[in-house]
């Protein structure tokens, strides 16, 4: 089912002075009001017409799968094809739409055992299609451009829009997040990041103005990844002011120029909402151009802020963008004032919203994020060469005058070019808000970054039960290049960093390996894995048990890498403990191959690990090679037979981002298979 549905020429009557004649007196200074006139009739849509006898047989069938917001659209234009017969390579087309949700057909095509519906997918952002191949094993896309844009902010009703000061006051996204999680009175919410791109790349937004205002390293600088996701246009489009023939005297007109009215006259009774400079609700302010490149001293560190917000967004959540915006009108305690929210959400809530129901939008100040509706061709190795030029036909056509009239005319912006003013105002859009703001490489949010933030979700919404298993082998002593400290001593800091982010109620225990460390064995259990809120030895939690074990682990000077002996003793024992409904796995940290001549073979290891298994009860593998001796190409082999996976890091610092990383990618494989 389509998320938004907007009127066609024959909806509404000319009579009256209801909410949806004051959006249309608003729409008739600009081209929008030319594509609903028109009378698209794109919401009413329901089926494509016959061919005709000519080209029945010859017809090229084209499958499209896209995000429901520009599904509208897209029928429209499929539409066009039947009615103007129109053509590829002198054949006809017979495009079939369908609006699918995004998460959705990603997590379709990430296994390419399954063979796809589609020969074409047109998500929302193109963070869907590296989801989709997370662990490599995706169904192949290919890239064909961008059909639209769509910039993304916190979207608010008008009680929580007035007291933070829309549209004079602008904030960072950092700002924003603080200014409507701190305050008990206006509560922010989101679509599940894990089902939503706004919600996504929100999150990271606030992850990375964190990182910035607390004077932390950023999240790219610490993990060596500043590349941003690939086929970024230069600039996003730069919205025009409207410019009404007629001076408009309807009520959205009169608003942008009037006092703003107080919180209680736009709702219902509720408590009085806190000045945005009270303690509860610091940083609601507004910032000169470059303010928020300057640290505040005294704040928590980037890790612990976002981890904090995601907690509370975990409380205010939509299981998907299609039910976002009504937890603006829940009743009680679950509704939500504040959303991250995309411009044409906001624009199709507003068309058909009455004025005091109005959304209005901040665009925060220090990242310019958007959806970018990327075209895929899926699978392209299988396509035949019709379908393939089909499917260019059919994306040129996307991009043709029409069709740009109907994203206009559904609050897309054009992929390049200018967007008219009246679809920023009608969104709630206004100056001095940043909406013509152009996208430069910093604003971009780079695919680890993304990953992160989604393993970092996982943590904080599914409990997880994990062992972790370190090398404390006599090459850990080694030091890492310019840090002052050695591979044990980094590993620690980030793995402690880790732990960190974890819940009360999550389970988490430690090992150390190494040959000569525990008479014949080669591992030894230090902390059983248990809930990190648990007491376990008098008034001391596990948590306090484990952080002081993490820190007292030492290399063993002569110690050999015993890799295989311990990963099995360390994986049956995970095994053993599995606990139903947790994410539990098995995390294996090494700087080296397996060194233990009196250990079993890597081929028994493999034979063993599989006798262990159980599908019923996964535990995957996920296995950290740190600098270049490990070899991840093993670990990988290793860790594939667990349903895990291996990863390779160069600087003990980024195991953190590696393992988050690897949550992601390894709970999206477990949902595959559990399909």
């Known amino acids: 089912m389509e998320r938004h549905t907007l009127p066609d020429s024959g909806a509404g009557g000319t009579g009256g002075a209801g909410p949806r004649s004051r959006h249309r007196r608003v729409l008739m200074a600009t081209a929008l009001v030319l594509t609903l006139a028109a009378g698209t009739g794109v919401a009413a849509y329901s089926g494509l017409p016959p061919f005709g006898r000519s080209c029945e047989e010859s017809a090229v069938r084209l499958d499209v799968a896209v995000s429901p917001d520009i599904a509208p659209v897209v029928r429209a234009a ?398 850990m002593q080694s030091p890492v290049p310019g840090r002052g400290e050695t591979r044990l001593e980094a590993t620690k800091a980030s793995l402690l960093r880790v732990v960190d982010q974890f819940s009360q109620e999550d389970e988490i225990g430690l090992w150390e390996f190494a040959t000569g460390l525990n008479g014949p064995h080669d591992y030894r259990e230090l902390v059983p894995t248990a809930r990190l809120g648990a007491l376990v030895r008098g008034e001391r939690t596990q948590r306090t048990q484990l952080s002081a074990a993490f820190q007292a682990l030492k290399p063993v000077p002569d110690g050999a890498t015993g890799l295989y002996d311990s990963t099995l003793a360390a994986y049956k024992s995970a095994q053993a403990g599995h606990v139903p409904g947790k994410f539990n796995a098995l995390i294996v940290v090494t700087d080296g191959a397996n060194q233990d001549r009196f250990s079993i073979s890597r081929s028994t290891l493999l034979a063993k690990l599989k006798e262990v298994r159980d599908d019923r009860r996964p535990v995957p593998l996920i296995a950290i090679a740190v600098g270049t001796s490990a070899d991840q190409g093993e670990l990988d082999k290793i860790a594939q037979v667990t349903g895990g996976a291996g990863y390779q890091v160069s600087d003990p610092a980024d195991i953190q981002g590696a393992i988050l990383k690897a949550i992601t990618a390894v709970g999206r494989s477990l949902d595959v298979d559990r399909d």
């Open 78 to 475: 499929a539409d066009r094809v039947h009615k103007e017969k129109i053509t590829s390579d002198g054949q006809c087309m017979d495009v079939r739409v369908e609006a699918r949700e995004n998460y959705q057909v990603a997590l379709e095509l990430s296994d390419r055992r399954s063979e796809s519906e589609y020969e074409v997918w047109l998500p929302d952002s193109k963070i869907w299609a590296h989801q989709a191949d997370a662990s490599s094993r995706g169904v192949p896309l290919v890239a064909a451009g961008e059909v639209a844009v769509s910039p993304i902010g916190v979207a608010t009703d008008r009680s929580a829009g007035s007291w933070l000061g829309w549209p004079g006051k602008t904030y960072t996204w950092a700002q924003l997040a603080t200014a409507t999680t701190a305050s008990e009175s206006v509560h922010l919410g989101t679509a599940d990041p894990t089902h939503s791109a706004t919600g996504l790349l929100a999150l990271a937004g606030v992850a990375a103005s964190y990182a910035r205002e607390s004077g932390d390293r950023t999240w790219e600088e610490r993990n060596g990844t500043d590349r941003p996701l690939p086929d970024e246009p230069s600039a996003a489009p730069e919205p025009k002011e409207p410019e009404p023939k007629e001076p408009d005297s309807s009520p959205s007109a009169k608003r942008s120029a009037e006092p703003r009215p107080k919180p209680s006259a736009t709702k219902g009774p509720k408590q009085p909402l806190p000045s945005p400079s009270s303690p509860r609700a610091e940083g609601a302010q507004s910032l000169p151009d470059e303010a928020d490149r300057t640290p505040r001293p005294g704040l928590p560190d980037a890790d612990a802020r976002i981890a904090a917000t995601a907690r509370l967004l975990a409380q205010r959540l939509a299981p998907a963008d299609s039910q976002i915006l009504r937890t603006l009108s829940a009743p009680g305690s679950s509704r939500n004032e504040a959303v991250f929210l995309s411009e044409q959400a906001a624009f199709t809530h507003n068309f058909s919203a009455g004025d005091k129901d109005d959304l209005d939008l901040f665009y925060p100040t220090d990242r310019a994020l958007r959806l970018d509706y990327p075209y895929h061709l899926v699978d392209v190795n299988d396509l035949t060469v019709d379908e393939e030029r089909a499917a260019t036909r059919f994306v040129a056509l996307l991009g043709d005058a029409t069709s740009l009239r109907d994203l206009a005319a559904h609050g897309f912006r054009p992929p390049r070019g200018e967007a008219p003013g009246v679809l920023v105002h009608t969104a709630g859009g206004r100056p001095p808000q940043p909406y013509a703001r152009q996208v430069t490489s910093a604003d971009q949010i780079s695919r680890d970054l993304l990953q992160e933030m989604l393993g970092m979700w996982t943590i904080t919404v599914r409990s997880a039960r994990l062992t972790t298993v370190v090398d404390v082998s006599g090459s």
